[in-house]
């Protein structure tokens, strides 16, 4: 996330298929940035080949010019943050930063479509992980964000949610012997008619406590995760978040509707079925 507004959004049934149909326009924007990560790729090359997706499906960035002084001056200059092992979220594409065999990249995307906004992340190392540790950090990420959506099926509150992410994580630990860092003061967000809006979801909390959640909501969940210590800086390029002990980092977002019947991942293109299953949940299908 890269900030929010202060407001709470109770969305009808259409409007919620509206940004359906802006995170379905992600996902497959996602997934072409995916196939242009390897080795000897810049992360601006990555940068370029989402702007492209999202151009030919009539979307526009919402990272693109996000944030900075009212001239402008800081905003936020591409439409995907680009991290890369240490850097946890927020980095900046270049061209010249040329990705090699092992690194951890995460990539953090959205886009605005008929002014409804989708927002989602992947983690994935260019070609081998160089070590078990560091498929289990993704592994562990992604576990956190999918329990995180599963318990939004049947939460309450929005600290139902981010207890579900924490005692995820805590789990994957201790499964793979080891603590993994949970980064404080970022986390998942309110979305609809902007990126980031109320409420914060934080990736740790305690169950029944924060804002009570209602159908009609969407939310941005994701999680981020550290192999080692959870302290954070921020780079002298005033968006860059790294690790203090420069550990790699990952994170994965997925944007989710809760409806009256269930709850929908809308930047998932299979609406959350695959991701779900394990749950025994079956999400509402918003197409």
């Known amino acids: 996330m890269l900030g929010r507004d202060s407001a709470i959004e109770i969305h009808t049934r259409g409007e919620?298929?509206?940004?359906?149909?802006?995170?379905?326009?992600?996902?497959?924007?996602?997934?072409?940035?995916?196939?242009?990560?390897?080795?000897?790729?810049?992360?601006?090359?990555?940068d370029a080949a989402f702007a492209a997706?999202?151009?030919?499906?009539?979307?526009?960035?919402?990272?693109?010019?996000?944030?900075?002084?009212?001239?402008?001056?800081?905003?936020?200059?591409?439409t995907i943050c680009a991290s890369a092992n240490d850097e946890v979220v927020h980095g900046i594409p270049s061209s010249a930063r040329v990705l090699r065999e092992g690194d951890l990249l995460?990539?953090?995307?959205?886009?605005?479509?008929?002014?409804?906004?989708?927002?989602?992340?992947?983690?994935?190392?260019?070609?081998?992980?160089?070590?078990?540790?560091?498929?289990?950090?993704i592994a562990a990420t992604e576990a956190a964000?999918?329990?995180?959506?599963?318990?939004?099926?049947?939460?309450?509150?929005?600290?139902?949610?981010?207890?579900?992410?924490?005692?995820?994580?805590?789990?994957?630990?201790?499964?793979?012997?080891?603590?993994?860092?949970m980064v404080a003061?970022?986390?998942?967000h309110g979305i609809g008619s902007a990126m980031h809006m109320d409420p914060f979801v934080?990736?740790?909390?305690?169950?029944?406590?924060?804002?009570?959640?209602?159908?009609?909501?969407?939310?941005?969940?994701?999680?981020?995760?550290?192999?080692?210590?959870?302290?954070?800086?921020e780079s002298d390029d005033g968006w860059t978040v790294v690790t203090r002990d420069g550990s790699r980092a990952a994170h994965t977002e997925h944007s989710i509707a809760i409806c009256e019947d269930g709850i929908c991942v809308l930047t998932a293109a299979d609406g959350g079925v695959a991701g779900l299953a394990s749950y025994g949940i079956v999400p509402v299908d918003l197409d």
């Open 106 to 137: 995460s990539i953090d995307a959205g886009c605005i479509l008929d002014g409804w906004h989708a927002d989602s992340a992947i983690s994935l190392h260019v070609g081998d992980a160089p070590s078990m540790d560091e498929v289990d950090l």
């Open 185 to 188: 003061g970022y986390g998942g």
């Open 16 to 46: 919620l298929q509206a940004v359906r149909a802006a995170g379905r326009v992600l996902a497959s924007a996602i997934a072409v940035a995916r196939s242009a990560v390897a080795p000897g790729a810049t992360t601006a090359d990555i």
């Open 53 to 78: 997706a999202i151009a030919a499906a009539g979307a526009t960035s919402n990272f693109l010019n996000y944030g900075g002084a009212p001239d402008g001056s800081g905003a936020f200059p591409a």
């Open 202 to 233: 934080a990736n740790t909390g305690r169950r029944g406590k924060g804002p009570r959640l209602a159908a009609g909501m969407a939310l941005a969940i994701e999680p981020m995760l550290t192999l080692g210590r959870p302290q954070v800086d």
């Open 145 to 181: 964000m999918w329990a995180g959506i599963a318990a939004a099926a049947t939460a309450r509150r929005v600290g139902d949610i981010s207890w579900a992410i924490e005692t995820s994580v805590v789990r994957s630990g201790r499964d793979d012997g080891r603590r993994y860092g």
